[in-house]
Structures are given as structure tokens and as C-alpha cells.
């Protein structure tokens, strides 16, 4: 099967352009080849109808109807656990890291240098072990 | 109720202004009681030329400088020019010419007590209490250099090897005494500041959060 997500009803969909870029919002119905209507009910996002190409479809689905009200959808979002699935997912991971790391203070960022260091120093230290033994 | 007119309102106003005269009580019993002075003595003269008076300039008023919101007392800013850039310093305080004290401290970094422009750093959001550090002592004064006299030769071997004052050495020891104290209570703020500030590949300064 050449593809495993459609634009459809319930996508949960990451907008990747403009003010409300990095946000989910659930595909509420469609409007044409190009447009779809959405709302993101975590992230506060109201209803309003924007280009595909400014979405990344996910892996994620809320079961819901086409039309679905925005209470409905807030419901079906939070019975569907989408919040933390995208939190647990790879893609989110490594989107909030990518935040993380960019909103570092640089005490932090020293921080991170010195927890590098001590790690690949642990790491080289056991690799020349074991080459040692093996040899 | 009816309001006064404008006109009678203008010719009142104008009457106000146009009093002159002030009614003094006087003491005494043969001096009448009061007596009508007037306000103002006009010049008893007036200059044939129209002689222009400078219009004060509004220039070169000293007004104390206001320092951006990041720099706290306490917090570690990096340098970015003089012979000490690139160094993390921790600030003091800001002095009433406008500059900031920072100090290094001497003994991690090699950085004194000195005035710096705020211009010329980059304000971190670390900050180290510096409750305990005594700066009331220190001002522009105490940074002055000595003017070498004019017109006097001066060998350059000499004045390059000028020694810092006793007293200084003394008041850096001590200011770094307070403030060392604070620094090891965080493991990392040590190696911190004795650190060089650079970028790396893909580090952009103006999207970088300090």
C-alpha cells in the first residue's frame, strides 16, 4: 500500500506555516483538492479553512462525523488521547526537543556542552576497554 | 444655571492679569492700615539695541541612563570588546556615569573590577546573587586614571610596568571573596565563567536566547 495517510475526516493534521505553525488541528471536513476545515481544539485554534499545503498530515485520527460540532470534536479530541500520543510520538519528540534546544539559556547551553563531554568521555573510555579485552 | 459668555469670560480673565498692584497691611497706628504696592518694577531703562541673548542650550543636560530590563545587579554578561571579550563576567552594579561594574571575578577569569559600556555586552538570564558583595565604594572616581603630566618625558619602560595600587589588589580580593562564595554553590558556574563565549556552526546570535 503506497500510502498510510489521507486527507480525511478526524486527520490530525501539523499546520508548518504561519502564526499557528507547530499546532494540531483535526480536519473537520473538505472543501476542495487544495482546502480543507479545520479547528484545533488543544491548541486553541478556531475553526477556519486552510491549504493542504500548509499542513503535514499525521499518523493520528479522531473518530468523528463530518461537521462534527466544536464541542463534539473537543470531546472526541480528548477521549482519543491525541495530545499525548503526539507527545509520545517521534515527530513530536522531536519537535518539542527542537524547542527545547532553541529556547536555551546560555548557562544551558554550557551545561549541555559539559554533559556531552563527560558522556562521549564515559563512552570512549569503555570502547578502549573492550577493545582491550577483545584484542 | 447660565454660564458666563466667552466674552465676559475673556474680559475677566484679562482683568485678573492686568492687577498690578498688591494691598500690604502696614503696622502703626498713623500709616493708614494698608497701602497699594505695585507687583512688578518695570527696568528703568531700556537698551537702544536689541541685544540677542543666547537661547539655553538644551544639550549636554546629564540625565542617568536607563539600563535595558536584562541588566539586573548579578547577572552574567558576556564582553564583546577590549582586551577581556569574548569573557563572561558577572556585573556589580551600574555606576552614575551611565557604565556598568563588572568583575570577572579576578581570580576565575583574569577580569578586574572595571567600567564597561552597556553597549558592548550581551546580558544572560544567569544571575548570581550579589546581596553580599559591598560596591557602595566604588564609583567613576575610584576608576580614574592619574593624567600623566604633559610635556614630560616619559620613559615608556617604566610607565608600562606601572603597579597596580595596593589598595586595589586588596578591594579585588575581597570583592572576590563574597562573590566566590556565591559561585560555588553552583558546581558548573565556575567552569562557566571561566569559559569563552563563541558560536558555533549553526548558531545565529541574533536567534540565540541568552
Known sequence: MPYARFVQIGRVCLVNYGPMRGSLVVVVNVVDHNRVLVEGPAAGISRQVIRLTRLSLTDLMVPIQLGARPGTLAKAYAKAGIDEAWAASSWGKKLSTRSKRANLSDYDRFKVMVARKTKSRAIGKEVKRLKKAAA | MVSATRDQRVKRKAAQETTTTITKKIGGDKNGGERTI???????????????TPVASRKHVHKP????????????????????????????????????????????????????DAAYVIATSTIVDVSGVDVSKYDDAYFKRTKKPSGVDVDMEESAKRPVPEHKIADQKAVDAALIAEIKKDSLLKPYLSSLFTLTDGQAPHELKF
Open chain 2, 65 to 116: 541612563r536607563k539600563l535595558r530590563a536584562s541588566l539586573k545587579p548579578g547577572a552574567v554578561l558576556i564582553l564583546l570588546s577590549g582586551r577581556h571579550r569574548a569573557k563572561r563576567v558577572v556585573m556589580l552594579g551600574s555606576l552614575p556615569s551611565g557604565l556598568l561594574l563588572v568583575t570577572g571575578p579576578y581570580a576565575i577569569n583574569g577580569v578586574p573590577m572595571r567600567r564597561v
Open chain 2, 38 to 52: 505695585t507687583k512688578t518694577v518695570g527696568s528703568k531703562w531700556y537698551n537702544a539695541d536689541n541685544v540677542k
